[in-house]
C-alpha cells in the first residue's frame, strides 16, 4: 500500500514544521507496511528530503522535463530531483495536462525521463466529468495509459494513479462500484503490457480520512494519491492509518 501526497502549489519553508510532524509520526505507517512518499513543491524537496533521511518518508517531484539538462528555463529534470534527494515524481497530473497542454505523448516521455533519472514514476490518468457522463471513462482510461505509459518502463518503478478530474479538489468521489470497475479496467490493461509484473494502482481524487478505509478496502486499490488532505500530519497519517491490511 502506497499513500502519497501532492502538495501542489501550497507550502514555503514555514511548512517545514507540518512535514516534521509527518516524519515524527510515519513510523506509525510504515510499521503496518504503508510506503508514504510526499511531494512538496520543487522549492522545498531538498529540505524535505534532508529531513527525511530520518525516517521512511519518501520525496518526490511533481512533474520533470524529458531532458536529464539543457536550456529550458524554468524547468527542472528527474536527474536534478533525484541529486536533490527525491525517489518518485508525479507526471501527467490532469492540472499540467490543463495548464500545461500536456499530451500522452509529452507525459510518455516525463515517465520515461523520470525512470532514466532513477525515480519511481506516478503516472495521472483520468477522465473528465463529460466523459464520464457520456460513458466514455474506461474508453478514456484505456487510451491515455495506452499512449502515456511506455511498454519498456520498469514495472517495479512505475505507478499509475486513477485520478477522475472531477473528483479533484471538489469533495466528490466515484462510487464504490466504479472505483472498482475502474480499477479492475486498469490492472487488466496493466497486465497486458506488463506480462503480469505487478504494478500499483492508485486512486486519487477527494480523499479524506473520513472515506479512506472504504476506498483502500476496493479490490485493486493499492493506496491513494492525495492532494488537500496531505497538507495536514494529522489528515495524510490519518488516510494511511485507515488502510486495511491487503496481501
Ligand atoms: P485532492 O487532489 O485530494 O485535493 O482532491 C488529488 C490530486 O490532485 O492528486
Not at 113 to 131: F, K, N
Not at 219 to 242: E, P, Q
Amino acid at each position: 500500500m502506497l499513500i502519497a501526497g501532492n502538495w501542489k502549489m501550497n507550502g514555503d519553508p514555514s511548512s517545514m514544521e507540518e512535514f516534521g510532524r509527518m516524519i515524527a509520526r510515519a513510523p506509525e505507517a510504515t510499521a503496518k507496511g504503508i510506503d508514504l512518499v510526499v511531494c512538496p513543491p520543487f522549492v522545498l524537496i531538498a529540505k524535505c528530503a534532508d529531513r527525511a533521511t530520518v525516517s521512511k518518508v519518501e520525496v518526490g517531484g511533481q512533474d520533470c522535463h524529458p531532458e536529464p539538462s539543457g536550456a529550458h528555463t524554468g524547468d527542472i529534470s528527474a536527474e536534478m530531483l533525484a541529486a536533490c534527494g527525491a525517489t518518485a515524481v508525479i507526471v501527467g497530473h490532469s492540472e499540467r495536462r490543463t495548464d500545461h497542454n500536456e499530451t500522452d505523448a509529452l507525459v510518455a516521455e516525463k515517465a520515461t525521463a523520470a525512470q532514466r533519472g532513477g525515480l519511481m514514476a506516478i503516472v495521472c490518468v483520468g477522465e473528465t466529468e463529460a466523459q464520464r457522463d457520456q460513458g466514455e471513462a474506461l474508453a478514456v482510461v484505456k487510451r491515455q495509459i495506452e499512449n502515456s505509459v511506455p511498454t519498456n518502463l520498469d514495472p517495479a518503478r512505475l505507478v499509475i494513479a486513477y485520478e477522475p478530474v472531477w473528483a479533484i479538489g471538489t469533495g466528490r468521489t466515484p462510487s464504490i462500484d466504479d472505483i472498482a470497475q475502474m480499477h479492475a479496467h486498469i490492472r487488466t490493461i496493466l497486465e497486458g503490457r506488463f506480462a503480469n509484473a505487478p504494478v500499483r494502482i492508485l486512486y486519487g481524487g477527494s480523499v479524506k480520512p473520513g472515506n479512506a478505509a472504504e476506498i483502500l478496502a476496493v479490490d485493486n486499490v493499492d493506496g491513494a494519491l492525495v492532494g488537500g488532505a496531505s497538507l495536514k500530519a494529522d489528515d495524510f497519517l490519518g488516510i494511511a492509518l485507515a488502510a486495511p491490511a491487503k496481501s
